[in-house]
């Protein structure tokens, strides 16, 4: 198996960023949504401004996977009041785990997990959260695989289009505990 690095993203990768972010979401999403609603989507959401805002916030993080010097997969995790929804101090988002296709099952997406994980441990924080669509058992399947439980439902709208996210929490803390 090829050493995987996860290394954190700046500001001078935001090319890259939007390149691995634009190609994966593609990648996972394309044949099931129409041309236009992606097109729209990935110029919205993967914008140089917007991806420029996004790496600039103190309550936001990127890492990449990467391999050699190519960069195979990419995470974002959100706390305090940048989480997309639940916007609980303690609670972290995990926004998007992605991975190119080509390199699923081969840990990358597991490596940028754990990331996740040990940022919200530094961060004292009490649960993980995030939302994955109804139609992607791979994805529910790897979260649950890792401790994960359904909470809720969500719409998540790419384009015109409104699509149901599944809504899953892991629990970090016990908040019954004495200390």
């Given at each position: 198996m090829e050493n995987i690095l996860i290394r954190k993203v700046t500001l001078n990768n935001i090319n890259q960023l939007q390149e691995i972010?634009?190609?994966?979401?593609?990648?996972?999403?394309?044949?099931?949504?129409?041309?236009?609603?992606?097109?729209?989507?990935?110029?919205?959401?993967?914008?140089?401004?917007?991806?420029?805002?996004?790496?600039?916030?103190?309550?936001?993080?990127?890492?990449?996977?990467?391999?050699n010097k190519d960069i195979i997969g990419y995470m974002k995790i959100n706390w305090g009041q940048v989480q997309t929804e639940i916007r609980d101090e303690q609670g972290l988002e995990i926004e998007r785990i992605?991975?190119?296709?080509?390199?699923?099952?081969?840990y990358a997406g597991q490596l940028l997990?754990?990331?996740?994980?040990?940022?919200?441990?530094?961060?004292?924080?009490?649960?993980?959260?995030?939302?994955?669509?109804?139609?992607?058992?791979?994805?529910?399947?790897?979260?649950k695989k890792n401790g994960f439980v359904e909470f809720d439902k969500h719409i998540f709208k790419l384009?015109?289009?409104?699509?149901?996210?599944?809504?899953?929490?892991?629990?970090?803390t016990n908040k019954n505990k004495c200390i």
């Open positions: 972010g634009r190609r994966t979401f593609h990648e996972t999403f394309s044949s099931t949504n129409t041309e236009e609603n992606m097109t729209n989507y990935l110029e919205e959401r993967f914008s140089i401004e917007k991806l420029a805002s996004e790496l600039s916030s103190s309550d936001s993080l990127f890492y990449f996977a990467m391999i992605y991975v190119l296709q080509e390199f699923h099952g081969k997990y754990e990331k996740a994980i040990e940022k919200a441990k530094q961060k004292n924080i009490d649960y993980v959260w995030l939302g994955v669509w109804e139609e992607n058992p791979k994805a529910i399947a790897f979260y384009g015109d289009d409104e699509q149901t996210d599944i809504m899953m929490k892991l629990q970090l």
